[in-house]
C-alpha cells in the first residue's frame, strides 16, 4: 500500500511538474520581447542562406567532395529562378588571391542568423538584463558559423564517404559482415546524430552565460524534431504546388519559402524558452 501511494505521489510531482513548465513557457512567451522574434529570424535567416550555401560549397571543395545531394534537394524545393541564381554559386571558384576575403565576408554575412540567436538567449538567460557587448558577441556567432560549416561539411563526408570508411575498417579488422547491409543501418541515424549535434551547439555555444550541456537537451530534441516535420510537410506541399506555381508563378514557391523558415524560426524560439523553463525548474 505504501508503495503504490508512494508511486501515485511520484506520479502525481511528474505530472504537476509537466503542466508547471507549460504554466511557464507561455508566461516567459508572453514577454513582449518575443513578440516578432521568429520574423527576424526568418528574415536574417534568408539573408544567411546564401552566405552560408558560399563557405559549404567552398569547404566541400577543399575536400574535393560532390554538392550533388545539396543540389538535388534545392531543385526539388525552389523555383527555377532561384535555381539559376543558385547554380552560378555553385559554379563559382574563386581566385586565390580572393578566396580568403571571399571566406571572412561570408562568415559575416551568414553569422547574422546566429548573432540575432545569440540575443535572444542572452536576453532569456539573463531575464532581460544582458545583451553583451555587439564585436565580442559577432565575433562568437562567426565562430559559431565556422563550427556549424564544419559539422554540415562533417555530415556531407558521412553520408558520401562512409561506407568506403567502414570498407577500409572492416578489412583492418578482418570482419566479414557485409559492409553495405551496415552502412544501411548505420548511415540515417549518424546523419541524425549530427543534425542533432548541430543545434544542440548553437544552443550550448551562442549564450554568454556557462551552461550545463544536459540542460539544453530538452530544447534541442524539440528542435531537432519540430525542423524536421515542418521541413517534411514543406517537402511535401512544394511537390504537390504545381497548380500554384502555375496561377501564380514563382511568388507561390517564394510564399510556401517564406512560411518554412519562418515556422522554422518559432520552433527555434520555443526551443529557446523550453531550455530556459527547464534550467528555472532545475533551480527551484
Not at 203 to 226: D, E, H, N, Q, W
Amino acid at each position: 500500500m505504501k508503495e503504490a501511494g508512494y508511486r501515485n505521489s511520484e506520479h502525481m510531482t511528474i505530472k504537476k511538474k509537466f503542466f508547471r513548465m507549460i504554466y511557464l513557457g507561455i508566461k516567459e512567451y508572453q514577454d513582449p520581447y518575443y513578440q516578432g522574434i521568429p520574423e527576424q529570424i526568418a528574415f536574417y535567416f534568408i539573408l544567411s542562406i546564401f552566405p552560408s550555401i558560399v563557405l559549404l560549397t567552398q569547404l566541400l571543395g577543399v575536400f574535393n567532395l560532390s554538392i550533388d545531394l545539396m543540389q538535388n534537394w534545392f531543385e526539388k524545393n525552389f523555383s527555377s529562378e532561384a535555381m539559376s541564381f543558385l547554380n552560378k554559386i555553385f559554379e563559382f571558384h574563386p581566385q586565390t588571391t580572393t578566396n580568403f576575403f571571399l571566406i571572412l565576408m561570408a562568415i559575416w554575412a551568414a553569422s547574422r542568423i546566429q548573432f540575432i540567436l545569440l540575443r535572444v538567449l542572452n536576453y532569456s538567460y539573463s531575464d532581460g538584463q544582458e545583451f553583451g557587448n555587439f564585436w565580442l558577441d559577432r565575433l562568437r556567432s562567426m565562430m559559431a558559423v565556422v563550427v556549424t560549416v564544419i559539422a554540415m561539411v562533417f555530415i556531407v563526408i558521412v553520408l558520401g564517404y562512409g561506407e568506403l570508411v567502414l570498407e577500409f575498417l572492416a578489412t583492418r579488422l578482418q570482419i566479414n559482415s557485409k559492409v553495405d547491409w551496415i552502412w544501411t543501418f548505420l548511415r540515417w541515424p549518424i546523419a541524425g546524430a549530427l543534425y542533432f549535434f548541430i543545434i544542440f551547439l548553437n544552443y550550448y555555444m551562442l549564450p554568454k552565460c556557462k551552461l550545463k550541456a544536459r540542460s539544453v537537451v530538452p530544447g534541442t530534441i524539440f528542435c531537432a524534431v519540430g525542423m524536421l516535420v515542418v521541413t517534411i510537410f514543406y517537402s511535401r506541399y512544394t511537390t504537390r504546388a504545381v497548380t500554384n506555381n502555375i496561377l501564380y508563378g514563382s511568388m507561390a514557391s517564394l510564399s510556401i519559402l517564406m512560411f518554412w523558415l519562418y515556422f522554422i524560426s518559432w520552433v527555434f524560439v520555443l526551443g529557446i524558452i523550453l531550455n530556459k523553463v527547464w534550467a528555472d525548474m532545475k533551480d527551484q
